[in-house]
T-cell receptor, first 113, second 111 residues
Framework: DQQVKQNSPSLSVQEGRISILNCDYTNSMFDYFLWYKKYPAEGPTFLISISSIKDKNEDGRFTVFLNKSAKHLSLHIVPSQPGDSAVYFCAASAGAGSYQLTFGKGTKLSVIP | NAGVTQTPKFRVLKTGQSMTLLCAQDMNHEYMYWYRQDPGMGLRLIHYSVGEGTTAKGEVPDGYNVSRLKKQNFLLGLESAAPSQTSVYFC??????????FGSGTRLTVV
């Protein structure tokens, strides 16, 4: 049973527009959420995270929103750039200081120039 | 600033052959992980280690063994490779409460 779900395998967005990537989770023990970005032939790299005590975290063009009641988080990229084209993985961990992450299947974002 | 280094980067094995994938990290991280990535399946945890001399099973451990004899190294072994083990393998390391640092991956093909 998938505990972290990314229901959109792919997403295409025009350059300059907003990209919204969604993630749902089922485990109510999850309290720390991360987004990773992966380019072809490279390992995933950390992008942004959010703790369950917050509902928003912003870093430049990237903002993550957390809706705990809906068990839903989203990553907003504004404005989208062609270099943002990559696979984005949502991940979650449970418990204070937990070391183990559960990953979603990923969403492939294509930003069209 | 090497971070996490995986060797080899590519390998083709015949069914039944054995091999070891090496992961080395220079960040003094306690925790290390082996994942496999398959199309449409995301990242699935094979084995992990919470410190030198410890290992534990993840989501998909069958057909793999691991060892963590030194804190900086985490080895993934395939004793008898099968075509179902064709995948991209990623090693990662972390400290408790922080995100992972991943290696660049090993692309393994079993024919």
């Amino acid at each position: 049973d998938q505990q972290v779900k990314q229901n959109s395998p792919s997403l295409s967005v025009q350059e300059g527009r907003i990209s919204i990537l969604n993630c749902d989770y089922t485990n109510s023990m999850f309290d720390y959420f991360l987004w990773y970005k992966k380019y072809p032939a490279e390992g995933p790299t950390f992008l942004i995270s959010i703790s369950s005590i917050k509902d928003k975290n912003e870093d430049g063009r990237f903002t993550v929103f957390l809706n705990k009641s809906a068990k839903h988080l989203s990553l907003h990229i504004v404005p989208s750039q062609p270099g943002d084209s990559a696979v984005y993985f949502c991940a979650a961990s449970a418990g204070a200081g937990s070391y183990q992450l559960t990953f979603g299947k990923g969403t492939k974002l294509s930003v069209i120039p | 600033n090497a971070g996490v280094t995986q060797t080899p980067k590519f390998r083709v094995l015949k069914t039944g052959q054995s091999m070891t994938l090496l992961c080395a990290q220079d960040m003094n991280h306690e925790y290390m992980y082996w994942y496999r990535q398959d199309p449409g399946m995301g990242l699935r945890l094979i084995h992990y280690s919470v410190g030198e001399g410890t290992t534990a099973k993840g989501e998909v451990p069958d057909g793999y063994n691991v060892s963590r004899l030194k804190k900086q190294n985490f080895l993934l072994g395939l004793e008898s490779a099968a075509p179902s083990q064709t995948s991209v393998y990623f090693c990662a390391s972390s400290e408790q409460g922080y995100g992972y640092t991943f290696g660049s991956g090993t692309r393994l093909t079993v024919v």
